[in-house]
């Protein structure tokens, strides 16, 4: 069985700041880990993905993810924040027990504020 | 590389009717399409997996006759809500993958309110 915790529902930072989404993980198997982002009324786009090869993972507009598997953890970071990183979060979970299928964290929404 | 289109959009349409909502991959052939919906402020819940060629693999609660799912080529699944109601009203998103243990591709939604 797998399953997916996003620990904050709500962050809010200062534009410029250092972003951190936490997420905790369940998996029976080597898990691939995964970080999307979703703007109100869109679809989702992948930030990161980690899958079982370096544990610091790099994606896209500056994000980057640790895999912690002593910590069953794989927060998202970012150095310094901008408007346009205000939006809604999902760390999602996927191994082969579950078909590959992926299963989403409730989502942490972020704001930026100036 | 790896666009998926989601149509239509946006949708508003009076109780009972039934609605189709077109998902394509653009630039890649996608042997497993995926239908998830989205209540507001909640994360996103899979309804069915589909196969091209195979009838559709439904998650536990998701009523088959209610969501019918067609994936009937390589760049293309359909879902149909039949006689929708209120209730039905929702964002539905489809992903997209060359295969099931492949990355997923997202459409980008479609609002759907039933009047």
């Known amino acids: 069985a797998q399953s997916v915790t996003q620990l904050d529902s709500h962050v809010s930072v200062s534009e410029g700041t250092p972003v951190l989404l936490r997420c905790n993980y369940s998996?029976?198997?080597?898990?691939?880990l995964f970080w999307y982002v979703q703007h109100p009324n869109k679809g989702l786009q992948l930030l990161l993905k980690?899958?079982?090869?370096?544990?610091l993972v790099k994606g896209i507009n500056g994000f980057e993810a640790e895999f912690k598997k002593s910590e069953t953890s794989f927060h998202l970071t970012k150095p310094s924040a901008h408007m346009s990183d205000a939006a809604e979060y999902f760390c999602?979970?996927?191994?082969?027990?579950?078909?590959?299928?992926?299963?989403f964290g409730k989502g942490t929404s972020l704001l930026v504020t100036p | 590389g790896a666009v998926v289109s989601q149509h239509p959009s946006w949708v508003i349409c009076k109780s009972g009717t039934s609605v189709k909502i077109e998902c394509r991959s653009l630039?890649?052939?996608?042997?497993?399409m995926f239908w998830y919906r989205q209540f507001p402020k909640q994360s996103l819940m899979l309804m069915a997996t589909?196969?091209?060629?195979?009838?559709?693999?439904?998650e536990q609660g998701v009523e088959k006759d209610k969501f019918l799912i067609n994936h009937a080529s390589l760049t293309l699944s359909t879902l149909t809500v039949t006689s929708a109601h209120p209730e039905d009203s929702s964002f539905y998103i489809c992903?997209?993958?060359?295969?099931?243990?492949?990355?997923?591709?997202f459409g980008d939604g479609t609002r759907l309110s039933i009047l």
């Open positions: 992903s997209a993958s060359k295969d099931s243990n492949q990355p997923q591709h």
């Open positions: 998996s029976s198997y080597s898990p691939s």
């Open positions: 980690y899958t079982s090869a370096a544990t």
């Open positions: 999602v979970v996927s191994d082969e027990d579950s078909g590959y299928a992926l299963n």
């Open positions: 630039d890649f052939q996608a042997t497993t």
């Open positions: 589909s196969n091209e060629g195979s009838k559709a693999t439904y």
